[in-house]
């Protein structure tokens, strides 16, 4: 099985951590740069982004992410992670920076405060069996994306799910869900990649 790593800085990495495991990986968390090293993908979880992005830089992973990913390892963010994921951000907060490596805006807490928790059902292509069921938290939405970057399911209009070659992101969380689907399709990608 592919070693299928989740940045384990903050936010919720044991969910991830089990979804990977029963899709079929072999899930580790992340760390420390040599623990990076030695994973075949990526998971970003769920969190805080302005968080995750000083962690990042506080225990110096976010080069060594920033080449990983240039170097074409599967990475998936879900929420926080689509955000660390994105090339820009709308709305930073101060000092917050990505890793990036999708050609996309993002906006942050996007859906408003009558909406800052819900759930809705996503058709989400590239997953089969009918939609998924989408949790969104304080979730980010995909303003715009460059020409490189296809979108795999939308909400209201917005695009909450987008593929850039090796890179996946959803403004939703499937950990949550106990539905593995979208992890089986992040493990697929690692397995194709390796
Ligand atoms: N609002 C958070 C952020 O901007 C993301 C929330 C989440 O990951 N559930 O980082």
């Avoid at 969910?15 to 030695?38: D, Q």
């Avoid at 994921?85 to 709308?90: Q, S």
């Avoid at 989400?124 to 715009?144: N, Q």
Wanted: charged fraction near 20%; glycine fraction near 12%.
């Amino acid at each position: 099985a592919p070693a299928v790593g989740v940045l384990a800085l903050q936010g919720d990495t044991r969910e991830h951590l089990a979804a990977l495991e029963a899709a079929g990986a072999r899930a580790v968390s992340v760390r420390r740069a040599e623990e990076l090293e030695a994973v075949d993908g990526l998971v970003i979880p769920g969190g805080e982004s302005t968080t995750i992005s000083k962690l990042a830089v506080a225990f110096g992973l976010m080069e060594p992410l920033r080449e990983r990913i240039r170097a074409g390892m599967p990475a998936y963010g879900s929420c926080a992670g689509m955000i660390m994921l994105a090339d820009k951000i709308l709305d930073p907060r101060s000092g917050q920076e990505t890793i990036g490596g999708i050609d996309m805006i993002v906006r942050r807490n996007a859906f408003g405060r009558q909406n800052e928790s819900f759930e809705a059902s996503l058709i989400m292509e590239g997953v089969d069996g009918g939609p998924v069921e989408g949790v969104f938290i304080r979730a980010p939405w995909v303003e715009s994306t460059g020409a490189e970057t296809t979108t795999l399911a939308s909400y209201d209009g917005h695009a909450v799910a987008v593929r850039q070659g090796n890179l996946l992101a959803t403004s939703f969380h499937p950990e949550l869900t106990g539905d593995h689907r979208v992890h089986g399709l992040f493990t697929e990608m690692v397995r194709s990649a390796r």
